[in-house]
T-cell receptor, first 114, second 112 residues
Framework: AQKVTQAQTEISVVEKEDVTLDCVYE???????LFWYKQPPSGELVFLIR??????QNEISGRYSWNFQKSTSSFNFTITASQVVDSAVYFC???????????FGAGTRLFVKA | EAQVTQNPRYLITVTGKKLTVTCSQN?????MSWYRQDPGLGLRQIYY???????DKGDVPEGYKVSRKEKRNFPLILESPSPNQTSLYFC???????????FGPGTRLTVL
């Protein structure tokens, strides 16, 4: 079965804390794509990162970093020194090849308190 | 400005009254999708299209229809809406199979 699990429904942190959002996926395919999107309180969906299954390099973009581990089927997202503006729902998504079927996780709502 | 537009943004209707939610993109993207977002369930794909006249079912296609007669437009049709289709709907487009999606602003639909 193709599936994305974001086990953390809600996380609450205080500003400047580091926080990691977990994403575990299941797929039979050897080639697939993983994504993270952010949905701030205003409601729009904003793309954060894409990772191909054959590229296990971790990535850092400012305070954001992503850890992709095929061995554990995980694609975790860490925010360093969180800020109030990071408060949002974060979605992890899986797309497999041969079509455009895309599976989203249920999302993790992050609250960052000042 | 590159964008995905959806109309209407808000709609309240009654059971059984056919409706169409329009979606248009101006980025010449090949791929388009419709999703519904419900609390605790994330986004679930309803239908997607890989090109003009090429559409396929996502995970929750029941009760919905789509068409792709032109590259830029991908309307979502509810022939006989029911209350369980009350949801927030997003249209999205993508240049290639492996690219990220650009999302529209969402349409909040209430079926009474």
């Amino acid at each position: 079965a193709q599936k994305v699990t974001q086990a953390q429904t809600e996380i609450s942190v205080v500003e400047k804390e580091d926080v990691t959002l977990d994403c575990v996926y299941e797929t039979r395919d050897t080639t697939y794509y993983l994504f993270w999107y952010k949905q701030p309180p205003s409601g729009e969906l904003v793309f954060l990162i894409r990772r191909n299954s054959f590229d296990e390099q971790n990535e850092i973009s400012g305070r954001y970093s992503w850890n992709f581990q095929k061995s554990t089927s995980s694609f975790n997202f860490t925010i360093t020194a969180s800020q109030v503006v990071d408060s949002a729902v974060y979605f992890c998504a899986l797309r497999y090849t041969g079509g455009f079927k895309t599976i989203f996780g249920a999302g993790t709502r992050l609250f960052v308190k000042a | 400005e590159a964008q995905v537009t959806q109309n209407p943004r808000y709609l309240i209707t009654v059971t059984g009254k056919k409706l169409t939610v329009t979606c248009s993109q101006n980025m010449n993207h090949e791929y388009m999708s419709w999703y519904r977002q419900d609390p605790g369930l994330g986004l679930r794909q309803i239908y997607y299209s890989m090109n003009v006249e090429v559409t396929d079912k996502g995970d929750v296609p029941e009760g919905y229809k789509v068409s792709r007669k032109e590259k830029r437009n991908f309307p979502l049709i509810l022939e006989s809406p029911s209350p369980n289709q009350t949801s927030l709907y997003f249209c999205a487009s993508s240049l290639r199979e492996y690219n990220e999606q650009f999302f529209g602003p969402g349409t909040r639909l209430t079926v009474l």
